[in-house]
């Protein structure tokens, strides 16, 4: 991966960039990203790693590489080319965490079930 990106901020998606998931030929263990609207409409692309420092507030730094760029569109040094695809993986990461929080508190409430089942029919817990 030949481009690093420091995200600072995490807003929002100002543009509401639409994208997709897609299958790469080239690294079939990393799923591509493919863009649908704005200026970058057509591009994949791919994330490395992702790492963030011990600054205080902690800054996200990230890898990518463009594998498709149908339209030729200039994106290097592009501010709104690197907050868009920060936005995006700040949107992977934070729907994974949502995933992932969500199979925890099933764990939890099945927990949470076996012991109301101990408890006599008519009893509760002061």
């Known amino acids: 991966m030949n481009n690093k990106i420091k995200y600072r901020h995490?807003?929002?998606n100002r543009r509401e960039t639409r994208w997709t998931p897609v299958d790469n030929e080239k690294f079939p263990d990393k799923t591509g990203i493919k863009i649908l609207t704005g200026p970058y409409t057509g591009?994949?692309?791919i994330y490395g790693n992702v790492?963030?420092?011990d600054a205080e507030p902690p800054v996200m730094q990230f890898d990518y590489e463009v594998m498709v760029n149908p339209n030729k569109v200039k994106y290097k040094g592009s501010g709104e080319f690197e907050f868009i695809i920060s936005d995006i993986l700040v949107e992977l990461i934070d729907n994974q965490l949502s995933i992932e929080g969500e199979?925890?508190?099933r764990d939890d409430y099945s927990e949470l079930s076996d012991e109301r089942d101990i408890l006599a029919e008519g009893?509760?817990?002061r």
């Open 10 to 12: 995490v807003k929002p």
């Open 43 to 45: 591009m994949v692309l």
């Open 51 to 53: 790492r963030f420092t």
């Open 103 to 105: 199979d925890d508190r």
């Open 123 to 125: 009893h509760s817990v």
